[in-house]
């Protein structure tokens, strides 16, 4: 525990039956704050714990009773921001999502499709990290589900920035989330004097998972937190990137390839900021607030407007610069400049977004192109034999209708990147998967085939299906093993 914490909660404070004690963000800040005792079976999006509530007060950390409130807090708080900015206020799984606390020793988090699972592991000088602790990591895995049930189709897609998607939605969760807080709001303010884009507590996600990563592999992770959103990467087509690298580096590894669309994101938001606020130079809490909710808005509907096609981080963004245009006039501007810098869009893309809508609005109205974006994914076959495999692997495809004409930055110039096909995309993601350990075999592991690389999870699985082998999604995972 921190001295800010002990500070403002010695051990003499009694328990209190209107609010609960929890951390304000992630427990390597310290930063304790009292908050209304979450409903979990509010709808939408009502939670289950496995474990029973204790009675509600202002608990010590470090205790069983003061992590069940601060993970009860941060969901039921992250949750009634998301609630209404999803189809039909409900889970994939249904009306109640369950959250299992501590699933064992890892330094782990995941999302399966039946829960938030969380686990505990090896920290700093002795000390036991609890990945369900930390808000950031717990709006992270939130952010997961809640992705899940507004575009299920990106769940099984074999496409890198679909997966990588995935992995920056996440983060964007826990960084609009944690802008719902008052007091944090008006210390980001504080520790950025009003620029958003500066390293500070909202840009460094899950500082203590990162800090008992580092301690086992020092460079898996960046040097002050799991994650920076304030990061200087760039887009460039993961299938030539490599599949793995240090921190500092990008890889096609979806938590490393996650970091180029956050970073845009975090931007996106501080310009919006600027633009929304009466003194630019001084913008207020409450402005800070309304700007977190304008800003999921026009998120939720850039995906939902988006295709699932292998160039999806160049889609989603096309689709977010269409939408912001709807809340105000100058921010698609803004999104336009922040997906060129990052060459998420290319010039030619970014500058004629709204142009091409207009072209597009006859032949796709909006209407139709939501459908569209809501289609199932096809089934393509790989071939077997590079897998180790008797009988071909079916995947599904980042393959729905494009209704817009979106691209990257070439590497080289201005030009625009050519997209990949579905085919070549898949085949380039699994191999990925395969090459580093990600696929449970099965009943078809093979001796004298498979690749060992003694995981003890996986992110996806082989299971039968018809006269064929279905590759099939786990969960997302968001931690750390060799």
Not at 219 to 234: E, I, K
């Amino acid at each position: 525990m921190t001295k800010k914490a002990r500070k403002l909660f010695p051990k003499s404070t009694p328990l209190n039956k209107i609010n609960v004690s929890v951390w304000e963000d992630d427990p390597e800040d310290g930063v304790l704050t009292l908050r209304p005792i979450p409903n979990l079976a509010k709808k939408p999006l009502a939670y289950s714990f496995d474990a029973s509530a204790p009675k509600p007060g202002s608990y010590q950390p470090g205790t069983s009773e003061f992590r069940y409130w601060t993970a009860a807090e941060a969901l039921r708080r992250g949750a009634d921001f998301w609630g209404a900015r999803v189809p039909g206020g409900k889970w994939q799984v249904g009306m109640t999502l369950k959250v299992l606390l501590d699933e064992g020793v890892d330094l782990n988090a995941y999302y399966d499709r039946t829960a938030l699972n969380f686990f505990h592991g090896p920290g700093k000088g002795g000390t036991v990290v609890f990945s369900g602790e930390s808000p950031d990591v717990i709006c992270h895995e939130m952010g997961h589900a809640i992705l899940d049930a507004i575009k299920p189709q990106l769940w099984g897609a074999a496409s890198h920035e679909a997966a990588a998607f995935h992995e920056a939605f996440g983060d964007m969760s826990t960084i609009l989330s944690a802008l719902q807080l008052d007091s944090l709001r008006k210390a980001i303010l504080l520790d950025t004097q009003g620029h958003l884009y500066r390293n500070s507590r909202l840009s460094r996600l899950a500082e203590q998972l990162g800090t008992a990563i580092r301690l086992q592999a020092p460079d898996a992770v960046d040097p002050d937190c799991l994650r920076n959103a304030v990061n200087s990467f760039t887009y460039i087509d993961p299938t030539n990137l490599p599949q793995g690298a240090p921190a500092s580096q990008l890889s096609s590894e979806p938590h490393s390839f996650s970091r180029v669309f956050t970073g845009a994101f975090l931007e996106i938001l501080a310009g919006m900021l600027t633009k929304r606020a009466a003194d630019p130079s001084a913008p207020t809490e409450q402005e800070l607030l309304a700007v977190s909710g304008e800003m999921a808005d026009v998120l939720v509907e850039g995906v939902t407007r988006a295709p699932v096609v292998p160039n999806w981080y160049a889609q989603v963004a096309a689709a977010m610069v269409q939408a912001s245009g709807d809340r105000n006039a100058a921010y698609p501007g803004i999104l336009r400049a922040a997906f060129a810098r990052r060459s998420i869009l290319s010039l030619t893309s970014a500058s004629n977004v709204q142009a091409l809508q207009t072209s597009l609005v006859a032949a796709t109205p909006r209407a139709a192109a939501k459908v569209e974006s809501n289609q199932p994914l096809a089934t393509i076959a790989l071939p077997s034999g590079d897998y180790g495999l008797d009988l071909p692997l079916l995947v599904e495809a980042a393959s729905q209708p494009r209704h817009f004409l979106a691209s990257a930055a070439a590497t080289i110039g201005n030009g625009s990147l050519e997209a990949k096909s579905s085919a070549t995309a898949a085949r380039a993601f699994v191999d990925d998967l395969f090459s580093r350990g990600r696929v449970d075999y099965g009943e078809y592991r093979r001796a004298d085939t498979h690749l060992d690389h003694g995981r003890r999870m996986h992110s996806h699985q082989l299971v039968s299906e018809g006269g064929g082998i279905r590759l099939q999604r786990r969960l997302f995972d968001c931690g750390f093993r060799h």
